[in-house]
């Protein structure tokens, strides 16, 4: 660390399956760039503690809480009754409202298009995810999707902000409201509102706002991805549409997010799973870990670190030589991550 700036402390949760590996490799460039962070580092327990009931412990949440920024590898949840998936307890406990996801082609690396730029932006909190399901009796099973206006209201102001403090010019809110009449109706609603409220307060003028529905949507993003910018929806189409994204750009392998919560939480993670298929064997791309990280330098106004970590990466990949196979090459996870410490 230089000896002028104190180091900003962030909670590090590596995570399961290619977790380590990938977060080794997160820590090993941060500290190339001599990057002014302090991993507090926390891990998954072996029992469930009785004050999340799950096994993520306390300490682990009251760390994120009062670090406000940390970065976050895959959890695999264990299977067996009685507690919390990991990553519903995370983003229930700190309400974790918005997760973003930067999906752009990367230079250098061939797909359909060159010029993916697209923002999803998930409700990350209800929808078809409340974890509200049961039998109602044999054969019959029911599941209910929650939309609120508070929780509609919370995400389509950070879209609007979003869109406005990185220079988008539009926002499309991803709907099925012609038959999710009421929910995806109240979603919509809230949006128009939003706009009206800011419209009056001239705080957004120029920012486009529109409506599709999921099923058009899913057309044109495979179709012509160029015609969309900032696309917030609730969070199921979140989930699967975020997956699309990802695949325009070349797979899981490159995507980032980052989870924004109450009181200024930020938390980034990959988008990908724990990748159990090629843990423990030096095979995961850690591309996606590292660019997450990249958005957390970002919330941290740590523009130039920022930039010089991206552009080593982007350089190395397309650069060619070092690739991991998930991209079609032979490099392992340690050699690519030398290879991006060279660029550096
Ligand atoms: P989850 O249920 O947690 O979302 P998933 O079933 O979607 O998990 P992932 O763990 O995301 O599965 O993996 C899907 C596929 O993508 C696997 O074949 C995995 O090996 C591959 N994959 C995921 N992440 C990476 C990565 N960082 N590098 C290389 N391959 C990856
Ligand atoms: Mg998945």
Redesign the pocket.
Known sequence: FSSTSTPITATLFPGDG?GPE?AESVKQIFREAEVPIEWEEHYVGEQIDPRTQSFLTWESLESVRRNKVGLKG?M?TPIGKGHRSLNLTLRKELNLYANVRPCYSLPGYKTRYDDVDLITIRENTEGEYSGLEHQVVRGVVESLKIITRQASLRVAEYAFHYAKAHGRERVSAIHKANIMQKTDGLFLKVHQLSIVAREVAEKYPDIKYEEVVIDNCCMMLVKNPALFDVLVMPNLYGDIISDLCAGLIGG??LTPSCNIGEGGIALAE?V????P??AGKNL??PT?LLLSAVTMLRHLELHDKADRIQDAILNTIAEGKYR?A?LGGKSTTTDFTKAICDHL
């Open positions: 290619i990938i895959p695999a899981l392998g990959a990908h799973g724990s990748a298929d090629i995961a791309n996606a991991t998930d």
